[in-house]
């Protein structure tokens, strides 16, 4: 998932809504399982002038960035699918996003809280702890 976001960055394009329901994945030739990211509908080229005002929230609220989540649009650059990125692997590790709430609580703790680690929450759980 990160070489195929990466591949989007190295030619101009961020994706503004990296979600798990965003990825995609198949079998290869092997057996194996490859991941896609899919649906670029809110992507733009960052070398074109954004037509996406600041202010405007546009993406997937559980797995946005803190300056996504304040609408500063013409801010975003590829950090910020970076920061959807892990709030994904985030979710696909621990099963549940890194906030949870209503709308404003999950905004709110977007801009103004850390996210916990998965292995201390888990750690607390089972009892174990893993290297």
């Not at 960052?46 to 801010?75: A, C, F, H, R, W």
């Not at 549940?96 to 929450?121: A, C, H, M, W, Y």
């Amino acid at each position: 998932m990160a070489e195929g976001l990466q591949e989007a960055h190295k030619i101009g394009i961020l994706h503004r809504d990296v979600n798990p329901a965003n990825i995609m994945i198949e079998k290869d030739e092997k057996g194996e399982p490859k991941p896609y990211i899919m649906d670029f509908g809110l992507a733009k080229e960052v070398s074109e002038p954004s037509v996406t005002q600041d202010g405007m929230i546009m993406g997937t609220l559980y797995y946005m960035s803190p300056e996504q989540s304040k609408g500063l649009n013409q801010k975003l650059d590829r950090r910020s699918d970076v920061y959807s990125l892990g709030a994904t692997l985030y979710e696909i590790l621990s099963g549940k996003p890194p906030f949870t709430g209503n709308f404003i609580e999950v905004l709110d703790k977007i801009q103004n809280q850390t996210i916990k680690k998965i292995r201390s929450s888990h750690t607390k759980r089972c009892g174990k702890h893993y290297n």
